[in-house]
Each structure stands twice: as C-alpha cells, then as structure tokens.
C-alpha cells in the first residue's frame, strides 16, 4: 500500500514532442505528489507538486494531470527540448504533521532526440 | 553556500570498515533528511531531523546506521561494519519547513561503494 508505481522506465521523444510520465499510488492517505528531476550526478529537485484538491496544475511547460478515483497522476511536458533529458521521479505522501516521508516511484530515464 | 553540501562526493570503503557521511544544509533549513538510492531506483527515507532532534529513524536498515545532527545544523550519517548492501548514493535533504511541503533542497550526494 505504499507504493508509488512509475511507468514507463524510459522514454525517448523527439526534440518539441511531449513527453508523458505516469505515476499511480494505493495508499488513500496520499495527499501530496511531487515531481522530481534528476540530472546524472545530482540531487533530486523538485519540478512540480499538486495536492488532490485540484485536477491540474501547470507551470510554465510542465503539467500535472491528476486522477483521485483512479489513484493516478501523470506529468506532461511540452515542447520537449534536448535540456529536458533526465530522470523523473513521481512521489507521494500523507500529508499530516507527523508523517512526511516521500515514497518514491522508481523513476522515468528520458531522452530527448534533437 | 546556496545550497546542501555534502561531504565526500565519493567514498570507497573495505568492507567492515567505518564510514562517515557529512551533510551541511542550506543555513536556517529546519529540517533534515537522509535518503538512500540504489542505482536505477528511487530513494528511500533513512532518517528525518528537526534542528537537533530525530524525529524519525525508522528507515535505517540496520543497526549500523547511525545519525546525528547535535547543533541543529550539520549532520553525520554513520555507518559502521560497512556491506557491500550498503553500496548506494546517500542523499541529504533540507526544507526550510517542518515536512516537505516546500520541497526539499537535495544535495548531489555521496556515492558510497564498498568493495
């Protein structure tokens, strides 16, 4: 019940393509859903996060669609550019004082094609 | 710094050695988390820090795992009798809030290869 399941494992999408992630959880208790990118060598940073109360959110060529009946969420990015090329992970967590892990999905490798 | 610092960026240990993992968060950060990341994997929660205080161990895999954080600023993540399970990046995050709501800031990481 705690997992976070990521799909797919990679990607490859042509340079002004969008790219689509998706991310789909069991706990009920998840209210929060970040996006991280991964550069080799780095750490995670956060891209994008939603809470349940809305079905979309979107910044700048990143968007969130979210599903609460179904317990998925997706990102989608627009207008794929070579700079785009990383690792994406989904996340989630209870969204209460005393728990604050992040539970993680395995993450997406993409590639964009120039 | 501007941003999380961790200290060493890779650490080759024999196993059964001892290894210490330094972590200097963004000044002010209240918060402190320690993630472990298996090659081609996400990470996973080690251990959670507000200013000086565990509040949270229960993902440390073994008792050989160990972190402090005394002043409320840096912190150290031991591990004694390294494994070759052991073998990972540690990462180090910081959020200026209590939880994650702001997001975490994530250092780049220690690369940890017992051999």
């Known amino acids: 019940q705690q997992q976070v399941k990521q799909s797919p494992q990679s990607l490859i999408v042509q340079k002004g393509g969008i790219s689509i992630i998706n991310c789909a959880y069991e706990?009920?208790?998840?209210?929060?859903f970040p996006w991280y990118q991964q550069f080799p060598g780095k750490g995670p940073a956060l891209l994008i996060a939603i809470r349940p109360d809305v079905s979309e959110k979107k910044e700048g060529r990143f968007t969130i669609s979210f599903n609460k009946s179904a317990k998925q969420f997706s990102l989608h990015i627009m207008d794929s550019q070579p700079g785009d090329s990383a690792t994406y992970f989904c996340?989630?967590?209870?969204?209460?004082?005393?728990?604050?892990?992040?539970?993680w999905g395995a993450g997406t490798k993409l590639i964009i094609k120039p | 710094g501007a941003g999380v610092s961790q200290s060493p960026r890779y650490k080759v240990a024999k196993r059964g050695q001892d290894v210490a993992l330094r972590c200097d968060p963004i000044s002010g950060h209240v918060s402190l988390f320690w993630y472990q990341q298996a090659l081609g994997q996400g990470p996973e929660f080690l251990t959670y820090f507000q200013n000086e205080a565990q509040l949270d161990k229960s993902g440390l895999p073994s008792d050989r795992f160990f972190a402090e954080r005394p002043e409320g600023s840096v912190s150290t993540l031991k591990i004694q009798r390294t494994q070759q399970e052991d073998s990972a990046v540690y990462l180090c995050?910081?959020?200026?809030?209590?939880?994650?709501?702001?997001?975490?800031?994530f250092g780049s990481g220690t690369r940890l290869t017992v051999v």
């Open positions: 995050a910081s959020s200026t809030r209590r939880g994650m709501d702001y997001g975490y800031t």
């Open positions: 996340a989630a967590s209870p969204h209460m004082d005393s728990n604050y892990q992040l539970i």
């Open positions: 706990n009920t208790a998840f209210d929060y």
